[in-house]
T-cell receptor, first 117, second 109 residues
Framework: GAVVSQHPSWVICKSGTSVKIECRSL??????MFWYRQFPKQSLMLMAT?????????EQGVEKDKFLINHASLTLSTLTVTSAHPEDSSFYIC?????????????FGPGTRLTVT | GENVEQHPSTLSVQEGDSAVIKCTYS??????FPWYKQELGKRPQLIID?????GEKKDQRIAVTLNKTAKHFSLHITETQPEDSAVYFC????????FGTGTRLTIIP
C-alpha cells in the first residue's frame, strides 16, 4: 500500500531555534497533505492543509507565521516550526489522501517527536 | 466547524468480552467516519471506516454502526484479545478529519 514517510522521527532543539520536518509520499502523488499536532495523552488536532503550488490553509488558532508550510512538489511537504519554545514540544504527524479525489481517506506518516529545551 | 465527542475515555474489559466505544458529531454534512487504533508513539492505523450511505459495516471482530439521524456512531470489538489494548480514536470528515478525544482500551488477560 501507499506509504508516507517523515523525517526526522525525533528532534531536540533549543528554545528560539527553528526546526524543519519533512513529509513525503513515497509511491504516490499528493496535491494535498495535512499536518496534525498531538500533545501527550491527547487527540490529533489538525493544524493546516498543505496545498501543492499554493498557500497552506491554517486552522483557527494556528499561527501561520510560526508554523511555516511549504508544499514544494507533489511528493513533499515541509513544516517549519520557527522560534520554537517548550510549549511547541509535541508529536507532529502528517497525512496524505489515498487519492482518487477522495480527501477523506488518509495515509499517516510515522510522526516526528519534537522536544524544545 | 465539526465537533466530535467520544466516550468513554478509558475502558477495561476482560479478554474475550466485547468493547463498545461511542462517538457523536455535530456537522450533519460529515459523510465519512473512520476509526483509528494508535499505539504509544506510533501513527494512527485505520481499523474500519463507514460512509454516510451505510448503516453498519463489519470486518471480522470489528464492526461500526452509524445513525445519521442521531449523529452518532459506534465501534464494536468482539472476542477481545490483549493485542487490542491501545488508544482508539473516532473521526468525522467532510474533506478533512476531526478526531474524537480518544479511548484508552485495556484488555485484562
Amino acid at each position: 500500500g501507499a506509504v508516507v514517510s517523515q523525517h526526522p522521527s525525533w528532534v531536540i532543539c533549543k528554545s528560539g531555534t527553528s526546526v524543519k520536518i519533512e513529509c513525503r509520499s513515497l509511491d504516490f502523488q499528493a496535491t494535498t497533505m495535512f499536518w496534525y499536532r498531538q500533545f501527550p495523552k491527547q487527540s490529533l488536532m489538525l493544524m493546516a492543509t498543505s496545498n501543492e503550488g499554493s498557500k497552506a490553509t491554517y486552522e483557527q488558532g494556528v499561527e501561520k507565521d510560526k508554523f511555516l508550510i511549504n508544499h514544494a512538489s507533489l511528493t513533499l511537504s515541509t513544516l517549519t516550526v520557527t522560534s520554537a519554545h517548550p510549549e511547541d514540544s509535541s508529536f507532529y504527524i502528517c497525512s496524505a489522501p489515498r487519492g482518487g479525489g477522495n480527501l477523506d481517506e488518509q495515509y499517516f506518516g510515522p510522526g516526528t517527536r519534537l522536544t524544545v529545551t | 466547524g465539526e465537533n466530535v465527542e467520544q466516550h468513554p475515555s478509558t475502558l477495561s474489559v476482560q479478554e474475550g468480552d466485547s468493547a463498545v466505544i461511542k462517538c457523536t458529531y455535530s456537522d450533519s454534512a460529515s459523510n465519512y467516519f473512520p476509526w483509528y487504533k494508535q499505539e504509544l508513539g506510533k501513527r494512527p492505523q485505520l481499523i474500519i471506516d463507514i460512509r454516510s450511505n451505510v448503516g453498519e459495516k463489519k470486518d471480522q471482530r470489528i464492526a461500526v454502526t452509524l445513525n445519521k439521524t442521531a449523529k452518532h456512531f459506534s465501534l464494536h470489538i468482539t472476542e477481545t484479545q490483549p493485542e487490542d489494548s491501545a488508544v482508539y480514536f473516532c473521526a468525522a470528515s467532510l474533506r478533512k478529519l476531526t478526531f474524537g478525544t480518544g479511548t484508552r482500551l485495556t484488555i485484562i488477560p
